[in-house]
């Protein structure tokens, strides 16, 4: 059903569709995290962690429509929600929403499972949940590097369903339409590409590539613009095929495992790179879209990793590269990179089969009439200005013993990688860290910290914000800022506070860590004392106020550990009493385990500030 806004006096027109296929579009299930007391969005995938929203609403218009599948789940079921987005002008990237269990209070976020061009899509479960009557919160949304929230109340939305309950359908509209054409038969597959701006849907790879390329700039298409080596890693195979199979292996399955190694080794160890796939999943991508991804990327290298096959017991390993017709530099790049990765292989005991050139057979040329290449991804890199070779690390049959070892498919991953490495002469990453806050100084009309980086050698941008457990809210205390890891700030309250510091790279600012401090603050009290009293008798007691008024009004209470439980725990007090900037008092208490509570009021009886202070007079 169709949730829509009151759209009076106006001429705009909400269509959405609902598109549905089992065997060929397959959301993934996004796991849902149940929030108690405050509850924040994280992004953690990369980007640096977000607390909470740290910008105000740019426009309640943002949220156009929502959708949900039905009013009345089970706890078995599943829920998809489907929010509209944007006002022309705005494209949102990653979401989460967050909904609320109104029967038990419980909070809980899911992010979203798919984007197109105007709204977010978003599955979630109800597997150890408590049935209920279940509400949308609010969604929170990724806008140039920035979170924003809103809340679907105040945006005109009241959306709720039960789950094992009866609730009442409030759905103010019906779907416009409902569109079965982009999935028409069982027989067609509907490919996503997802970029740093969106996600984009076609019939064929091809066309989705051609759709993301056209609407992003030029300085995206690709990480070699700033300088950055660019190689994409193609896992062999994948989806309705197979490869080769044999002794209990499959192919597919081979390649994705080495090519993931690679490529984490890669971008978790070395600077200068940019790593991509051409699938990450057990999913089918066709022999030219294979290339076609290189090519959007910017490709500088195309490594497609394969596993031999052959009757008898063959075994060993071997790696195609390009001819040297047509463009003699992809043939050099090529030829130079495979016998790298061919000695790594070789290294690790397999049989040295060689690197070998394998021409057309059936005379194909390239367009100067020079004989082509016969692989596809080899002979379409070349047309693309990309090197490209394949790796065939090992037979299923003869080297079947090794390719059973867990550790020898991370060997293989690694030849791989030292290959990449060897060739481009990349660096070591230089490690840095946001090892902890530190506190230079904290009065009440200021608190002062900076952010403890390891390897400040590099251009750092930092942002703070605090969560304010009295309000149960986030807000933004200084936004980015590039080499200034300083932030001075005034709460302009009494209360408790968490302080998160936020570090990213400038250059990469999908490279960030946080670290968090937690604080109580005093807008009124500058300080405490409870000591016994150095001139004799009892235990001398005295509070301070940072600027003296008489207005102010001063009380020392202490509580007797011993007697909380009893209808009289508090043994002593100086009750309200009227000073300038400071009292004392000498309380005769006993000896024992005690909690003092330290206050100033104004002449009104308001409660201005406080302090709890454990004592122990042994």
Not at 371 to 399: M, T, W
Not at 404 to 423: E, P, R, S, T
Not at 585 to 612: K, M, V, W
Request: charged share 20%.
């Amino acid at each position: 059903m169709l949730y829509l806004k009151d759209y009076k006096n106006t001429n705009r027109k909400v269509e959405t569709m609902k598109t549905y296929s089992k065997r060929l579009i397959a959301f993934i299930m996004c796991l849902t995290l149940v929030v108690s007391g405050a509850s924040s969005f994280d992004w953690v995938n990369g980007a640096v962690v977000n607390a909470g929203e740290t910008r105000s609403l740019l426009s309640k218009d943002l949220v156009n429509y929502v959708t949900i599948d039905s009013s009345r789940q089970t706890l078995s079921s599943t829920q998809v929600v489907t929010v509209g987005v944007g006002n022309g002008e705005l494209e949102p990237l990653d979401a989460f929403i967050k909904y609320v269990n109104t029967s038990t209070g419980e909070e809980y976020s899911a992010s979203a499972t798919n984007r197109t061009n105007d709204s977010f899509v978003f599955e979630f479960g109800f597997e150890g949940c408590a049935e209920g009557v279940y509400r949308l919160e609010s969604i929170a949304y990724k806008l140039d590097g920035d979170i924003y929230t809103i809340s679907f109340e105040e945006a005109g939305f009241d959306i709720t369903w039960g789950v094992d309950v009866e609730v009442e359908d409030k759905s103010d509209a019906k779907v416009v339409s409902e569109d079965t054409s982009v999935v028409s038969s069982d027989n067609e597959m509907v490919y996503t590409v997802t970029t740093a701006d969106a996600t984009y849907t076609a019939s064929g790879l091809s066309e989705a590539m051609n759709k993301a390329q056209s609407s992003i700039s030029n300085s995206k298409k690709g990480r070699a613009n700033n300088g950055d080596v660019v190689v994409v890693l193609d896992p062999g195979h994948g989806g309705s095929d197979s490869g080769a199979c044999d002794n209990g292996l499959v192919e597919k399955d081979l390649t994705l495992r080495v090519a993931s190694i690679c490529s984490s080794i890669l971008k978790e160890n070395y600077s200068g790179i940019q790593v991509f796939m051409t699938r990450t999943d057990d999913s089918f991508v066709g022999l030219e879209d294979r290339i076609n991804i290189a090519r959007f990327w910017n490709a500088d290298m195309f490594i497609s990793i394969h596993f031999n096959s052959g009757g008898g017991n063959p075994s060993g390993a071997e790696v195609y590269y390009p001819n040297g017709n047509y463009n003699p530099g992809v043939c050099i790049a090529g030829s130079t990179i495979a016998n790298i990765i061919e000695n790594n292989l070789v290294a690790l005991g397999l049989a040295n089969r060689g690197i070998k050139i394998r021409n057309s057979a059936n005379d194909t040329t390239y367009p100067d009439g020079s004989l082509a290449d016969y692989y596809s991804v080899i002979r379409n890199g070349k047309y693309a200005g990309i090197p490209s070779i394949i790796v065939e690390h090992a037979f299923l049959q003869g080297d079947a013993e090794l390719l059973h070892n867990d550790l020898f498919i991370l060997a293989l991953g690694m030849a791989d990688a030292n290959g990449v490495v060897q060739y481009y002469n990349l660096q070591p990453k230089r490690e840095w860290k946001a090892a902890g806050i530190y506190q230079l100084n904290h009065s009440c009309e200021n608190y002062t910290v900076g952010m403890i980086v390891t390897d400040k050698d590099r251009s750092l941008d930092y942002r703070w914000l605090a969560y304010d457990y009295s309000s149960g809210g986030w807000m933004l205390i200084s936004d980015w800022k590039t080499n200034n890891e300083w932030m001075s700030w005034n709460p302009r309250k009494s209360g408790d506070f968490l302080i998160r510091g936020e570090v990213r790279e400038t250059n990469n600012p999908y490279n960030g860590q946080n670290v968090n401090i937690g604080t109580h603050h005093n807008q009124y009290i500058k300080a405490i004392c409870q000591m016994p009293n150095p001139n004799g008798y009892g235990v001398l007691m005295g509070v301070e106020t940072e600027k003296a008024s008489s207005n102010y009004r001063y009380e020392i209470s202490v509580m007797d550990c011993s007697k909380v439980d009893t209808p009289y725990p508090w043994i002593y007090s100086t009750g309200r009493v009227q000073a300038d900037k400071i009292i004392w008092a000498i309380a005769g208490i006993p000896y024992g385990y005690y909690i003092t509570l330290f206050r100033i009021y104004d002449s009104n009886g308001n409660l201005l500030d406080q302090e709890c202070y454990g004592y122990a007079n042994v």
